[in-house]
């Protein structure tokens, strides 16, 4: 590559900065000292083969896409029309960028989860990676992603703390019942009052229990948890009524 074009690609990807998710563009990495390693790329090694080589054109909705990453894998197996939303303008900027100098065609809209609705169109594929736990109503964005977007299948990832152990349970329990809530396999939300890694947007993290129970009260049935916190859904039927949540 010449070398005066290598130069400037360094350097627009420095004015970009600082960048979250590290990707190889035009042979420079855009985060080499990122506290993961090789983020998201080692954690989407675990996973991958869950998705099909050839997505054979069905269309793509990355919720949260922050540069771009799983956007791009997407494009790179054949998707079709591939729909990036993250609120945040900075990301939004690096992930047309990358997407550009990577030659691929992805459509990139400022919007948050709560405004999924204003798409007004269900995608074959929804990924939701990485951004539950920074919500302060993760439940009313699952019910939104549910009735709004996610026609057939979600790719779903949550940072998780806690126990790996998940409780089998009755439906219902007396008023009496205390000691249910003292098991460390019940589902729970814990709450960050204030920061965790110095991130003031880090608001619930949920055990694997309360991830699980919450996919499934959302509407999603579980088909594959191919790594700890990555899990492969299905639009399924909600087992009690629920008004659908307002657009946007």
């Known amino acids: 590559m010449n070398t005066v074009f290598q130069d400037d690609l360094a350097r627009r990807i420095a004015e970009l900065g600082p960048w979250f998710q590290n990707m190889m563009i035009g042979g420079i990495q855009t985060a080499p000292d990122h506290f993961l390693g090789d983020y998201p790329n080692c954690k989407w090694r675990n996973f991958s083969h869950i998705i099909p080589d050839d997505l054979e054109g069905r ?3 990355d919720i949260g896409c922050n540069a771009g990453f799983y956007a791009i894998e ?7 029309r591939v729909v990036g939303i993250d609120s945040d303008p900075h990301y939004l900027r690096q992930a047309d960028f ?4 990577m030659e691929t065609d992805i459509e990139f809209r400022q919007m948050s989860v709560y405004e999924v609705g204003r798409l007004k169109e269900k995608f074959d594929l929804v990924l939701f990676m990485g951004v539950l736990y920074h919500l302060r109503h993760p439940l009313l964005a699952l019910d939104l992603i549910y009735e709004h977007v996610a026609g057939d299948q979600m790719l779903f990832q949550c940072l ?3 126990s790996e ?8 329990y007396p008023f009496s019942e205390w000691n249910l809530f003292y098991r460390p396999d019940f589902p729970k939300l814990h709450f960050i009052e204030h920061r965790y890694t ?8 949920p055990n694997r229990a309360a991830v699980e129970a919450m996919l499934r009260n959302s509407g999603f049935v579980i088909e594959e948890r191919p790594e700890a916190e990555v899990y492969l859904c299905r639009r399924g039927e909600r087992g009690f009524a629920v ?3 307002p657009i946007g």
């Open 59 to 61: 269309t793509v909705l």
């Open 74 to 80: 997407m494009k790179r197996r054949n998707a079709g």
């Open 98 to 101: 990358a997407a550009k100098e």
């Open 160 to 162: 998780q703390r806690g």
């Open 165 to 172: 152990e998940v409780a089998d349970l009755e439906e219902d």
């Open 198 to 205: 110095g991130d003031p947007t880090n608001w619930f993290f």
């Open 243 to 245: 008004d659908p949540p």
